[in-house]
């Protein structure tokens, strides 16, 4: 089999493994209605952690996030044969190029998921889950870069804006230069999908984190408000029917009159 058909088997296979979304379906297991229709409508972990308020839920989407990267990215670099590549005049092998780009497909399958019309995540545990399984050194700093960060800013997005500039720098340090190339592009299409995380945060509406026990939730400002739970549709029509009934009004005292004794 040709180079180019293996890249482009692991290319479709990785797309179509990101584009599963862990996150609205665990949502739906568990009672909570279509995530993109609450909170910020993204459907990673960090917006089922503001919608539901479980941790745990939260905790399952970031490790099936991260590990449909991680999985694709793992599984290529070890069944694809290790022959020489040539990747625009940088040496490296064909199975490392395989798990580059399938797990980069898996990333861009969980940003844009054919079966949501495109419309997906942002990224962020794909993203540390690929580099984990290519580049673990890189993977363990730019976490520590988000949790120094995220305690330091307390804020969610910020945090992994910062990791995201900092894990090509570490990778150009500790990896090689192809995978420098593929962790650069990854952070690019980490910064693009928080644009509007960056508008918030300028102005100050940005979703702060809490590391209170009482509360495991985000602390909501203007822009980002916990969502109640899911209420069906026919639940919603019946109580809209009941209170569009117009009510008998309430029958009016007759005035007593006393008649005068002539």
């Known amino acids: 089999m040709s180079n180019n058909i293996i890249l482009i088997l692991w290319s479709l296979g990785g797309y179509l493994l990101g584009s599963i979304p862990f996150g609205m379906l665990l949502c739906l297991l568990f009672g909570y209605g279509d995530i993109r229709r609450s909170g910020s409508g993204n459907i990673g972990a960090t917006n089922v952690l503001r919608v539901t308020g479980s941790k745990i839920l939260a905790l399952l989407t970031i490790l099936f996030d991260a590990s449909k990267a991680g999985l694709i990215a793992y599984a290529a670099l070890k069944l694809t044969p290790a022959r020489v590549y040539m990747f625009y005049g940088f040496l490296t092998g064909l199975n490392v190029m395989a798990a580059l780009i399938g797990g980069t497909m898996a990333v861009i399958g969980h940003n844009f998921p054919v079966w949501l019309k495109f419309k997906g995540g942002k990224g962020v545990a794909s993203s ?132 005068r004794n002539k």
């Open 128 to 259: 540390f889950g690929l580099i984990l399984a290519v580049a673990p050194a890189v993977a363990l700093g730019a976490l520590l870069v988000w949790i120094i960060a995220a305690i330091i800013f307390r804020y969610s997005s910020l945090a992994a804006l910062i990791a995201a500039i900092a894990a090509p720098l570490m990778a150009f340090f500790y990896a090689s230069p192809v995978h420098t190339v593929f962790i650069s592009a990854l952070a690019l299409l980490l910064l693009e999908r928080h644009h509007s995380n960056i508008v918030r945060l300028a102005k100050g509406e940005e979703s702060t984190i809490s590391f209170k026990k009482s509360d495991g939730k985000f602390k909501s400002q203007a822009a980002d408000k916990p969502a109640a739970k899911y209420v069906k549709p026919a639940t919603i029509k019946a109580v809209k029917s009941s209170q569009a009934k117009p009510q008998k009004a309430a029958a009016k005292p007759k005035k007593i009159t006393k008649k």
